[in-house]
């Protein structure tokens, strides 16, 4: 296999997961080091990220792995609470300053770019205490936060996520309840956080797109978490459009607003008014657009950042018993087919990339495609000889390849857990490594 020149390669860690040093240097808590402090249920052996892998400390570890395995890319997030201990900038910590200098003037030393998401589930705690993402003034923060990183880091940084994965952080954390602030209202409050982030990834592309752009000529986007679907009965129309369903619900909900125009897609529309009716609500359980606002929305994007890890069946389910809900709302059923092999919820189905990318090229306006997060897991701990993995990712490189028409001008940026050893996913910790090391996956 041969890939386009420029195509790059990388991975991927997000700060909570891999820093620790959650109170070190003048840091402000976030919603996770409340949470997990909490204990309880909701955290897997009543674990926390305070130490996680240590890379607060042990960042020269981690670069000497990026090294090794030849990355181009290297993609991590900032700590909002490790900036801006209170959320704003009204305080600010120049030792977290000082710490993602460091490593953002290593990675360029070593000829690797930096990709950085603002934002990957870790709300500083005083904002949460104001209302969090259920409050517009969450909004304000967020660009303001925003500008300040552009401000000090984008002379460097020239590839930026705003939000990460914000279907996944609002379905954990506003319906499901595993994701702080851990106090579920399924069907309503997780529709505000969805209308909020957007606002707020809109305010920061603006921002970057009218202060910073002509100076700094880089790229903003946000980064969206997606699965492929297929119909369980191809030939079932009703299974035909619980596929379009499901994908209007898990990607277009973020990506027809801000990559086609303005506005959240038809079918999520239908189905909420029906289902909002049905229950008997006065008014929709979900917030709308104005007409000024999805103006602003549409076109903010400079590249599509797609985070694919498995596909689905699906078949249509209906909500007989009007369940309050996001994904109800949906009356969708996913399932696997039985033949996929599996490890946790990971299912083996390296198709289904190229079917997803082709979906995003021809309803996105064909926009330049990063694949910013893409894995396999392996167990706890993941071996050395973690073959399953192997085999997954040589599946995936073979219909990345196949279908590199698609993927002209976008690189593959993978989450390898033998990088930056493992850290905290989901709902728990994996175990703590005090050595890196790189297993057979390294090489494929």
Not at 70 to 75: A, D, F, I, S, V
């Amino acid at each position: 296999m041969a890939f386009p020149v420029g195509f790059g390669w990388g991975a991927t860690t997000a700060a909570y997961q891999v820093e620790g040093g959650w109170d070190a240097d003048g840091k402000g808590p976030s919603v996770w080091d409340t949470f997990s402090h909490q204990g309880g249920e909701r955290v897997f052996k009543n674990q926390t990220g305070d130490v996680a892998c240590g890379s607060y400390t042990l960042w020269e570890e981690d670069l000497k792995c990026i090294k090794q395995l030849g990355l181009t890319h290297y993609r991590f997030s900032l700590s909002w609470s490790r900036l801006l201990p209170d959320g704003a900038t009204g305080f600010i910590n120049q030792k977290g300053i000082d710490y993602y200098n460091k490593i953002i003037d290593n990675l360029l030393a070593n000829r690797v770019t930096p990709i950085v998401a603002l934002y990957h589930f870790d709300l500083p705690q005083a904002l949460e205490d104001r209302g969090g993402w259920l409050a517009e003034a969450t909004i304000e923060s967020f660009d303001e936060y925003a500008r300040f990183c552009f401000s000090t880091f984008g002379d460097r940084v020239k590839q930026w996520i705003t939000i990460n994965e914000p279907k996944m952080f609002v379905l954990m954390a506003y319906e499901v309840g595993t994701f702080p602030p851990g106090v579920p209202h399924p069907g309503t409050s997780g529709y505000q956080a969805v209308h909020n982030l957007i606002k707020a990834h809109v305010r920061a592309w603006r921002s970057y797109d009218s202060l910073f752009r002509k100076e700094q000529k880089g790229m903003v986007s946000l980064a969206l978490f997606a699965g492929w679907v297929e119909p369980a009965d191809p030939n079932s129309v009703s299974d035909q459009e619980a596929a379009e369903r499901a994908l209007a619900f898990h990607l277009d909900f973020f990506a027809k607003p801000i990559f086609v125009d303005g506005d959240y897609p038809e079918v999520v529309k239908s189905q909420v008014a029906s289902m909002s009716q049905k229950q008997g609500y006065p008014s929709l359980r979900r917030p709308q657009f104005t007409e000024e606002e999805k103006r602003m929305i549409k076109g903010t994007d400079d590249f599509f950042a797609v985070q694919y890890y498995s596909s689905r069946l699906v078949k249509h389910q209906e909500n007989h018993k009007g369940e309050l809900g996001i994904l109800q709302d949906a009356e969708i059923e996913t399932f696997p087919d039985p033949s996929w092999i599996s490890l946790d919820w990971v299912y083996v189905v390296p198709w289904g990339i190229r079917e997803l990318l082709k979906y995003i090229k021809d309803t996105c306006n064909n926009p330049v495609i990063y694949i910013t997060e893409n894995g396999f897991p392996q167990g706890d701990p993941a071996p050395l000889d973690d073959t399953q993995r192997w085999v997954y990712f040589r599946q995936t490189f073979q219909e990345l390849f196949k279908g590199h028409m698609v993927l002209s001008g976008a690189f593959l940026d993978l989450w390898v857990s033998s990088l930056l050893k493992d850290g905290l996913a989901r709902t728990h910790l994996s175990e703590q490594l005090s050595e890196p090391y790189q297993n057979k996956s390294a090489f494929a």
